[in-house]
């Protein structure tokens, strides 16, 4: 059992090693800059801002994240999260369009647009960043990860298709992958759920 759970770790590493590389830093900068950009874009139209904010509290409310009480749902947090990361890499098998990076633009726009929200309605960024790094040091990792998995994996299936001799064959290349959304983003996105489930709403409590 050991030397079995041993394989796949190592599995895991030489994966995100030899496929991944600097993508997950790539990924990382630009989450900054569309996080950045996003937060001025909105921060200078009000009206658009609070339109968005009404549109994302709908979405919210109906994805199941919300439980009957009121509260944050962990499993319906834990779901969200993980159809999110599943189809962040699932769109890499549409090649030479890298699809993926769409799932970075658009979160990082978000949450600059949250940010912005904050600043508009005379908020203090420090209850913004309270109610997203908790959580967030867990989950925007988990995200570059999976957003790098899946530009990793248009990038192969346009080597595959130009028949470049750095193509990895499909099985080994998704026994790599698969390998690294269980050990890996799960553990991840498992932690984020618990601490926005649990935590954050106490921690928004203390400084409200």
């Given at each position: 059992?050991?030397?079995?759970?041993?394989?796949?770790?190592?599995?895991?590493?030489?994966f995100v090693h030899q496929?991944?590389?600097?993508?997950?830093?790539?990924?990382?900068?630009?989450?900054?800059?569309?996080?950045?950009?996003?937060?001025?874009?909105?921060?200078?139209?009000?009206?658009?801002?609070?339109?968005?904010?009404?549109?994302?509290?709908?979405?919210?409310?109906?994805?199941?994240?919300?439980?009957?009480?009121?509260?944050?749902?962990?499993?319906?947090?834990?779901?969200?999260?993980?159809?999110?990361?599943?189809?962040?890499?699932?769109?890499?098998?549409?090649?030479?369009?890298?699809?993926?990076?769409?799932?970075?633009?658009?979160?990082?726009?978000?949450?600059?647009?949250?940010?912005?929200?904050?600043?508009?309605?005379?908020?203090?960024?420090?209850?913004?960043?309270?109610?997203?790094?908790?959580?967030?040091?867990?989950?925007?990792?988990?995200?570059?990860?999976?957003?790098?998995?899946?530009?990793?994996?248009?990038?192969?299936?346009?080597?595959?298709?130009?028949?470049?001799?750095?193509?990895?064959?499909?099985?080994?290349?998704?026994?790599?992958?698969?390998?690294t959304m269980l050990l890996?983003?799960?553990?991840?996105?498992?932690?984020?759920?618990?601490?926005?489930?649990?935590?954050?709403?106490?921690?928004?409590?203390?400084?409200?």
């Open positions: 059992m050991r030397e079995t759970l041993q394989t796949h770790v190592d599995g895991m590493r030489s496929q991944l590389g600097k993508l997950p830093w790539i990924m990382g900068i630009l989450f900054v800059v569309c996080s950045a950009a996003g937060y001025v874009v909105f921060a200078l139209n009000p009206s658009l801002t609070n339109e968005l904010m009404k549109a994302v509290t709908e979405i919210f409310a109906q994805s199941g994240v919300v439980s009957e009480s009121g509260g944050i749902s962990f499993f319906g947090i834990l779901l969200n999260n993980w159809f999110a990361m599943l189809f962040s890499v699932l769109y890499g098998f549409l090649p030479f369009v890298f699809l993926p990076v769409l799932s970075i633009i658009t979160n990082a726009v978000l949450v600059g647009a949250m940010a912005a929200y904050y600043t508009i309605s005379g908020l203090p960024l420090t209850l913004f960043f309270a109610g997203i790094l908790p959580h967030g040091i867990f989950e925007i990792p988990a995200l570059l990860l999976a957003v790098s998995m899946g530009v990793a994996l248009c990038r192969n299936i346009i080597r595959l298709i130009t028949r470049s001799a750095r193509a990895v064959p499909m099985v080994e290349f998704l026994t790599g992958l698969l390998q890996l983003i799960f553990p991840l996105i498992l932690l984020a759920a618990a601490v926005e489930s649990f935590i954050t709403p106490a921690l928004l409590q203390i400084l409200a």
